[in-house]
Nanobody
Framework: QVQLVESGGGLVQAGKSLRLSCTAS????????VAWYRQAPGKQRELVAA???????NYPDSVKGRFTISRDNAKNTVYLQMNSLKPEDTAVYYC?????????????????WGQGTQVTVSS
């Protein structure tokens, strides 16, 4: 089985920074695209950043220039560096990863989600 664990959330003032981490563990053969999503109360979950296996990245306009996604393949970890945080960035942040691993259906590509980490930005 494979698990995704997020960390790094918390309460910060507007204009400050946070770095989130998403670490995969278990029976992993390879990690493909990894993305961060967020969901604020009463809103739909939205994509925040994505990074492919060869480190191509994608961001929506709402975070472009402020957020940076990166990966450390040796540590099976993806990071989300969030700078110049705004109150509207407040949400639960989720990590999503496509991983080739040994799971309930044998060795194949699985879609995993972490449990989420709360980010709160005060004005």
């Amino acid at each position: 089985q494979v698990q995704l664990v997020e960390s790094g959330g918390g309460l910060v003032q507007a204009g400050k920074s946070l770095r989130l981490s998403c670490t995969a563990s278990g029976s992993i053969f390879s990690i493909d695209t990894v993305a961060w999503y967020r969901q604020a109360p009463g809103k739909q979950r939205e994509l925040v950043a994505a990074i492919t296996s060869d480190s191509n990245t994608n961001y929506p306009d709402s975070v472009k220039g402020r957020f940076t996604i990166s990966r450390d393949n040796a540590k099976n970890t993806v990071y989300l560096q969030m700078n110049s945080l705004k109150p509207e960035d407040t949400a639960v942040y989720y990590c999503n990863a496509f991983i080739v691993g040994d799971g309930p259906g044998g060795v194949r590509l699985y879609d995993y989600w972490g449990q989420g980490t709360q980010v709160t930005v005060s004005s």
